[in-house]
């Protein structure tokens, strides 16, 4: 799992500076300049905020997991299969960063406004549904 994280930031990285090199007209994972250029120009306020909403659900799902996963151990464990049956807190928070760090670069070049806003939209719903089921699982463990 190390090597192929390793290898997946190299090659972002190398995107990266392949865009700044004019190659690509794109942004990529640690290409901050051209991150937070287009964040300033290409978003607006509205979109800004389904985003805030997007990491407020993201923040919520990861504290909810990690809560289950460490003080309820063999009464709970974790259905997403990239992060297997019983991962550390350390991976959850690492997956977790670097899977929304790579999603906004992502939407950023991908989507258009309209698009964009919509997508989030369809986004966190589904990131909703997941925080209220890690909240139901919570209290039924809570209080069995």
């Not at 800004?48 to 997007?54: A, I, L, M, P, R």
């Not at 550390?88 to 406004?113: G, M």
């Amino acid at each position: 799992m190390k090597k192929i994280i390793f290898l997946l930031i190299v090659c972002l990285f190398l995107a990266g500076e392949n865009v700044r090199a004019g190659v690509w007209d794109a942004t990529f994972l640690f290409d901050t300049t051209t991150i937070k250029k287009n964040w300033q120009e290409k978003w607006d306020e509205e979109e800004k905020d389904v985003f805030y909403w997007y990491l407020g659900l993201q923040a919520t799902d990861t504290i909810t997991t990690i809560n289950l996963l460490t003080r309820h151990k063999g009464r709970a464990r974790e259905l997403n299969p990239i992060f297997g049956k019983n991962p550390s807190v350390k991976r959850i928070l690492i997956q977790k960063l670097l899977a929304n760090w790579l999603f906004f670069s992502i939407w950023n070049d991908c989507f258009e406004r309209d698009e964009r806003k919509e997508f989030f939209q369809v986004v966190n719903t589904i990131c909703t549904l997941v925080v209220a089921n890690n909240l139901i699982i919570t209290i039924k463990v809570e209080f069995e």
